[in-house]
């Protein structure tokens, strides 16, 4: 039996990423939670002497979110360093990108004699999607050449996809509730600027058309939005 076999027969539930990483979403609050504990997963079935990152892109501007040990910090630094690496590629051409024995892979230029300094053998980046493009990338770093049998790169795939999947929920709920909060604040302004129009009409005599043009001329002239004026009419006869 191989150790890739013996862990995941030791660990039992290895086989089995979906369920395991379902659980995790459901347990956690913040997609950063999510992520350190989706590493911590991958840590375990991948074994100890691979280190594991999340990288994210924030409107432009990618970062470490989770990481298993310091080694993997500092890989993604080097690749922040020189702005290339394996796991930015993956992240940026949405594509699997291996690295069997990086003394002899001259792909990644000045990040190269860094990573190798600091252990680099092999590594495995792959992407992860929150929608259509992908929103961040997993890093595995091994300290051996040929680090990542086709068993474990395998599995890796399974641990990105299933994550890109959970991402993309997170993504989805996130989007709808802003959806939601978005039309509770707008039917709430909405009925903000209803009574302001009545109160309008009642202290002008006039009809609710010309009460709304007294509303919008007063924004207009403030600089302020509708609603704004909308609300202090309101309070000013609400006490």
Known sequence: M???DQRATSHG???DPARRLQDLLLSTEAVEDFLAAFIDAA???LGDEISAGV???RDGHVITVAC???SAARYDEEQYRYDEGP???ALRSAKVILVEDLAADYRFGPYRPGALALG???SMSLPLYGGVEPVGALNLCSRSAHGFSPAEQAE???FADEASRALNLVVRIAHDVEITDELHASLISRTVIDRAIGVVCAQNRCDSEDALAMLRATAAERGVELRFVAAERVAAVSG
Do not use: I
Request: charged share 30%.
């Open 2 to 4: 191989s150790d890739h």
């Open 13 to 15: 539930t290895t086989r």
């Open 43 to 45: 840590s375990v079935a």
């Open 55 to 57: 990288m994210m892109d």
């Open 68 to 70: 298993s040990d310091e």
């Open 87 to 89: 796991c930015l590629s």
């Open 120 to 122: 680099v053998r092999s």
């Open 156 to 158: 890796a795939v399974d």
